[in-house]
């Protein structure tokens, strides 16, 4: 990329006409984002269809190295920019993440496609993640579904033009350009389903609030246990806690007893029918087997 002087001078500091091809005057940070912006390395990866539109773009009838871009790095840690070319699934989002946190800073990424922008034709699917952007900063979106060649060209060219406009002294903006590198991104955790480490509070709160309504549930059902007896062995026994509760009897022959008791609160006398009938039900269990 030849250096074209008049294109770093800045207004503030005119440089006279006879000398614009021979001095520059220009602030750092044009200079610095002027090396950075030529000089982006992608990371060498792809995870769908869109891949090979990027695999194109860096053919020679597109011609990445126009822009500095062709150096496709196979290591996250020579890498200054991840395109995102195709589908996210929940498996391949935690080394997406991991892969991330690797590069060195400054770092930029693009999502390539509608698939890492948003989830594309799979949004909502069991499998997929709805948008990169739900796990790692995203600097330009290219939309395209897969987005053509001129399309990624015109994303690249993009964050050349956010380069341009970035400060060394705004920290906030910029955490790389501060003191000492900035947090990882927390790694997903890929479980029955993934999980964000950033919301685990929140997947806490609600398991423990889902856990109690479960437990009260379960109280109040134990409490209000429908006692089922079997008509014709209350009849056997003469006793039944049926009869003895003249609860109403079924089609199927079952007798509800209302009003039953958690088995901790039952009489000794209903506790022992229960085992009576337990013991029945067996046998006529075994006799239809055996039929
Ligand atoms: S956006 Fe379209 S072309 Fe790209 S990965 Fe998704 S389905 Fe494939």
Redesign the pocket.
């Known amino acids: 990329m030849d250096l074209k002087l008049h294109e770093l001078n800045t207004t503030s500091y005119p440089v006279p006409a006879d000398l614009q091809n021979t001095v520059a005057i220009t602030s750092l940070a044009k200079l610095y984002n002027w090396g950075r912006r030529n000089s982006l390395w992608p990371m060498l990866f792809g ?7 990027m695999i194109a773009t860096a053919s020679s009838r597109f011609d990445m190295s126009r822009f500095g871009m062709e150096v496709m790095r196979a290591t996250p840690r020579q890498a200054d920019l991840m395109i995102v ?3 996210v699934t929940k498996k391949m989002i935690v080394p997406i993440v991991r892969l991330y946190n690797q590069m060195p800073e400054p770092k930029y990424v693009m999502a ?6 948003g989830g ?3 949004k909502e699917g069991y499998n997929v993640v709805s948008g990169i952007d739900k796990y790692l900063p995203v600097d330009v979106y290219v939309p ?4 053509t060649p001129q399309a990624l060209l015109f994303g690249l060219i993009s964050i050349q033009r956010k380069m341009d406009g970035q400060s060394l002294t705004d920290h906030d903006a910029l955490p790389w350009y501060g003191v000492g590198p900035s947090d990882p991104t927390p790694v997903p955790i890929l479980g029955p389903d993934i999980i964000d480490p950033r919301q685990m509070d929140m997947i806490r709160r609600k398991a423990e609030a889902t856990a109690k309504k479960a437990n009260a549930t379960s109280l109040e059902a134990s409490r209000e246990l429908p006692v089922w007896r079997s008509a014709a062995l209350a009849a056997a026994a003469g006793t039944g806690a049926g009869a003895a509760a003249g609860g109403a009897v079924d089609a199927g022959g079952l007798t509800r007893i209302p009003g039953g008791k958690a088995p901790w609160e039952e009489p000794e006398e209903i506790r022992h029918q229960r085992q009576q009938n337990a013991l029945k039900r067996k046998a006529i269990r075994a006799a239809q087997r055996a039929q």
Do not use: K, Q
């Open positions: 995870l769908a269809c869109c891949a090979i539109e070319s195709g589908t390539m496609g509608a698939c890492a922008s594309g034709p799979f395209g579904c897969p987005p």
